[in-house]
């Protein structure tokens, strides 16, 4: 006998029990429908989240908006220590790449230089100390703007630019300028600087296409963009010497020196994701930049990949 039949006897027999039975199928009804509906919402929501893009951050598959969030938190977790690892974990070869990036740049008097993702101010530091180095008989005045999405990175580069005698207050014939950017979306206007560098910034970039066109969008004609990251080795035997390194000692090495893991499994995964120098290289041309070319550094542990906006 059917749930209806059932109650269409009661109903005969004994209303007040019908009564109950019909108002608690009614609100059972409800319910289920309720339910129903919030099921489908669910699903609609659902696919709202994974209509959104995915990326990587390091070797996991991550929305967008996450790889943005967690890239934050990465070096807003390093910041105070960061300068420190850079040394213990490249064995202060991070110093000589570097400085062979500054001289590839090979800066003049009266540059407008943007540092982006500059960080804790490495790079313009450098350049700095090159014009400085370098006579200036016309007096001409140059300027850095060291930008950065992280405002504790920029706030360990100011102190250290203080200390370094690197500030505006110490500086007669530089205009040095720390601004809080989003690589993929900068607020300068076009043409506003003629050299762009970028050092072990792009990796961390969601977009490395907006990154470049954004580059090219703020430089003038004739300005340079330069960029410094971790790239592939060119031979086997040394790539898998290089991974035992990076994967058996960098983490392990986070975690005793500066009390974090993550942030280092995430710098190794991250570099392995990074685009091949050649498949760079074709990026930055699609970007507009002409003369691209690159130089492997340390067999390919870095490269420096360079074009002009004409
Ligand atoms: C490995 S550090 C490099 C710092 C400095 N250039 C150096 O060579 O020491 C990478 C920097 O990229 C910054 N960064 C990551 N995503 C960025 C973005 N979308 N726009 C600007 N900076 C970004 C991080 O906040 C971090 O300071």
Redesign the pocket.
């Known amino acids: 006998m059917s749930f209806a039949t059932h109650l269409y006897t009661v109903q005969v027999k004994t209303p007040q029990v019908y009564n109950f039975l019909n108002k608690f199928r009614v609100t059972h009804l409800k319910i289920q429908k309720a339910m129903s509906m919030a099921t489908k919402k669910q699903n609609l929501n659902d696919e709202e989240v994974t209509a959104e893009e995915t990326t990587h951050f390091g070797f996991q598959t991550v929305k967008e908006s996450e790889k943005v969030q967690k890239?934050h938190k990465v070096?807003e977790d390093v910041a105070k220590s960061y300068d420190l690892m850079?040394d213990v974990m490249s064995i202060g070869i991070h110093r000589i790449w570097?400085d062979i990036f500054m001289e590839r740049l090979g800066p003049s008097h009266g540059t407008r230089l943007l540092d982006?993702?500059?960080?804790?101010g490495?790079?313009a530091f450098r350049y700095i100390k090159y014009l400085a180095n370098t006579p200036n008989p016309k007096n001409r005045q140059s300027h850095v703007t060291i930008s950065?999405?992280?405002q504790h990175?920029l706030d360990v580069g100011q102190r250290r630019a203080k200390d370094l005698k690197y500030d505006e207050q110490s500086l007669s014939e530089m205009s040095v300028e720390w601004k809080c950017?989003?690589?993929?979306k900068l607020t300068f206007p076009d043409n506003s600087f003629n050299a762009y560098t970028i050092?072990?910034?792009i990796r961390?970039?969601t977009h490395i296409e907006r990154v470049l066109s954004e580059a090219y969008r703020v430089l003038r004609p004739g300005g340079r963009f330069i960029c410094l990251e971790f790239s592939h080795l060119t031979h086997d035997v040394l790539q898998w010497l290089y991974d035992q390194y990076s994967f058996q000692i960098i983490p392990p090495m986070g975690q005793i020196l500066a009390g974090q893991w993550d942030p280092y499994q995430y710098l190794v995964e991250s570099i392995r994701k990074f685009p091949k120098q050649e498949e760079f290289k074709e990026m930055i041309s699609t970007a507009g930049f002409q003369l691209v070319r690159y130089e492997n550094l340390s067999f390919g542990v870095t490269s420096i990949h360079s074009g002009f906006k004409l």
């Open positions: 890239v070096f850079n570097k982006m993702a500059g960080g804790t490495d790079v950065d999405i992280n990175m950017e989003d690589a993929e050092a072990f910034g961390n970039c």
